[in-house]
Structures are given as structure tokens and as C-alpha cells.
């Protein structure tokens, strides 16, 4: 700001309001004591570790959809030192991230197809004080058109859970 010789206080301000790109560590909602966040835009492994580094409780993890080639092994290795204390592998590349996981010595996860069900069963993984994050290192294109529907699927799944059936 000071160089483009722009008004501090104003450029500060507008920094400071600055709410993030939808679809990009975004919070969702938090219910059941369980914050929902939404990085559909994770589409790549570099992404998806990037944004479990960023969380900062445990955290249960979606990730899957249609494989773009990429090697997740590094992924998973990756993982171990974050809060990521679970993942629920969905979609079309669940068996490839699947053998990634076990290659590398990542135990803890769920497997199912549907993007819905893997969205219900992170809910029903999660505790208290933990988040479910979306962030699933894979293009959207085995379920949906793009990264922002699956994120729009996930905020819309994530509206309907129901307070009282929560624990």
C-alpha cells in the first residue's frame, strides 16, 4: 500500500475485512460442537496438506473424487503430522488413496462411494471440539460438475443436520 502510495488506513481495513474465497478454508457451520469446513478448491494432494496443516483441532478429513494421476502417498505420510485425526476416502479413487494410506501407514479411515454418505459418516466420526474438513485432493468430476458444486453440496448437507440429532 505504501508503495502504490494508497491510503494505509483504508488498505488495512479492507485487509482486515477480507472474509476469503468461498470454497477455500471456509467455515461452514459448527453444530454438535463439530466446526464444518469447506475446502472443495483442495483439489490437488499440495492443497489438501496445506489446509490440514492450517487446522488447529482434530480434525476428520473427506478426500476423494476423480483422480487427476497424482501419487498420494505423499498425502498420507504428510498427514501424520497434522491434527488430522481421521479420513473418510470417497469417490471414484478410493481404492488407489486407499492403498496410498496403507502404504504409508495411515490406519485410521472410513471408506464408502457416494459423497453424501462420506459427509454423514465424518459427522458421525467426529467429537466435540473436532472439525470435519473437506479438502479432498481430487478433482469433483466422478459426482459433479465442478470444485464450487461439491462445495455447495457440502455447505447444503451440512445446513440440514439436525442440532437435536447430534450426540
Do not use: W
Not at 32 to 48: E, F, H, I, L
Not at 56 to 75: A, H, M, Q, R, S
Not at 154 to 163: A, T, Y
Amino acid at each position: 500500500a505504501g508503495i502504490l502510495k494508497l491510503d494505509k488506513k483504508r488498505s488495512g481495513e479492507a485487509i482486515c475485512a477480507f472474509k476469503g474465497v468461498k470454497h477455500r478454508i471456509e467455515k461452514v457451520r459448527e453444530v454438535g460442537g463439530v466446526t464444518y469446513v469447506d475446502d472443495s478448491k483442495g483439489t490437488n494432494v499440495d492443497a489438501a496438506l496445506k489446509a490440514a496443516q492450517t487446522m488447529n483441532c482434530p480434525t476428520v478429513i473427506l478426500l476423494g473424487g476423480k483422480d487427476k494421476g497424482e501419487d498420494y502417498f505423499p498425502l498420507f505420510s504428510g498427514l501424520s503430522s497434522t491434527s488430522v485425526v481421521h479420513a473418510v476416502i470417497y469417490g471414484e479413487n478410493r481404492f488407489k488413496m486407499l492403498n496410498a494410506a496403507i502404504k504409508a501407514g495411515f490406519v485410521s479411515f472410513s471408506l464408502c462411494s457416494e459423497f453424501e454418505t462420506a459427509v454423514k459418516l465424518a459427522q458421525f466420526t467426529a467429537k466435540p471440539g473436532q472439525c470435519v474438513l473437506l479438502s479432498p485432493a481430487s478433482s469433483s468430476f466422478d459426482s459433479f460438475l465442478n470444485y464450487e458444486e461439491r462445495g455447495d453440496a457440502f455447505r447444503e448437507i451440512v445446513e440440514k443436520i439436525d442440532e437435536n440429532e447430534v450426540r
